[in-house]
């Protein structure tokens, strides 16, 4: 964590978690958060079909007693306008529920639907154009790392995925380093490999786009972030929050990451 980036914090609830289960969580969470002042920008992404209960719950809580500023991310957007595109939803479908972020590149939707690079690249520039804020997501097979590959596969992914992604949009991006062998597992990468997997992405987008981009872009970690990893992880210097998947699903144990992590 460095002081001069503020730490954000995503849950990721992926497949999970209709309307009345969402009412609960925020119900159980805001209840938590009340009263806490954390130095950092907390993040819940739902399925899109739960947008509009988290709109409502969040809407109303902000002028009442509960206020705290959560924001809205999405799972995942199209990268067309409208029109013939069966099971999709347009960045301005999103923009109607006070979605501010969305999730893209994210390692399920490459390896299970498919998403290639250039697929992903063109829902960034279409998230932009609806002043979106990507959350950018990136990382490597446990194959990859083991043969040799981890820098080479982070430097094609941010490359073809951010290609023709100004200065100006990258100010309004968050980068999630997510290697895939911790999604999920249980295993967590070590704050060292973390670190360096994540100070080697601020040396690849300050190639791109200069040292004051890279200096102000924030990069999360993903991939089994729970409670007591949390604080180790924070702390390295090139990290700058957590985007959550299996631990975000209970208000308790999303809580307890936020304040551990921002304990530090
Ligand atoms: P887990 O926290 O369940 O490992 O999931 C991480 C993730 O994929 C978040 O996007």
């Known amino acids: 964590m460095n002081i001069n980036r503020k730490p954000i914090f995503a849950a990721n609830w992926k497949m999970n978690k209709g309307a009345s289960e969402t009412e609960d969580f ?31 719950l969040l809407h109303s809580a902000a002028t009442g007693q509960n206020a705290h500023a959560i924001q809205i991310a999405a799972q995942n957007c199209s990268q067309y306008d409208s029109g013939a595109y069966t099971g999709e939803i347009s960045v301005l479908m999103l923009r109607e529920f006070f979605v501010h ?87 967590t990468a070590t704050s060292q490999q973390a670190q360096d997997a994540h100070a080697f992405v601020r040396s690849v987008i300050a190639e791109i786009y200069g040292a004051d981009t890279a200096g102000r872009i924030r990069i999360q970690y993903g991939g089994s972030v729970k409670p007591g990893n949390a604080a180790e992880l924070m702390a390295c210097p090139d990290i700058d ?20 992590g921002c304990a530090e």
């Open 241 to 260: 929050g957590a985007l959550i998947g299996g631990a975000a699903l209970e208000p308790q144990s999303f809580f307890e990451i936020i304040a551990n």
């Open 26 to 56: 925020i119900k159980s969470f805001l209840s938590k958060i009340q009263g806490q002042n954390f130095a950092a920008e907390i993040v819940i992404a739902p399925p899109f079909v739960s947008l509009p209960k988290l709109a409502d």
């Open 101 to 187: 972020y969305v999730i893209l590149g994210h390692s399920e939707r490459r390896s299970i639907f498919g998403e290639t690079d250039a697929v992903i690249n063109a829902k960034m520039k279409k998230a932009r154009e609806a002043n979106l804020k990507p959350i950018f997501c990136i990382g490597e097979t446990l194959a990859e790392r083991e043969s040799g590959k981890l820098e080479s596969v982070l430097r094609t992914q941010i490359t073809e995925g951010l290609s023709g992604l100004t200065e100006k949009d990258m100010a309004e991006t968050v980068i999630a380093y997510e290697p895939v062998w911790a999604i999920g597992t249980g295993v």
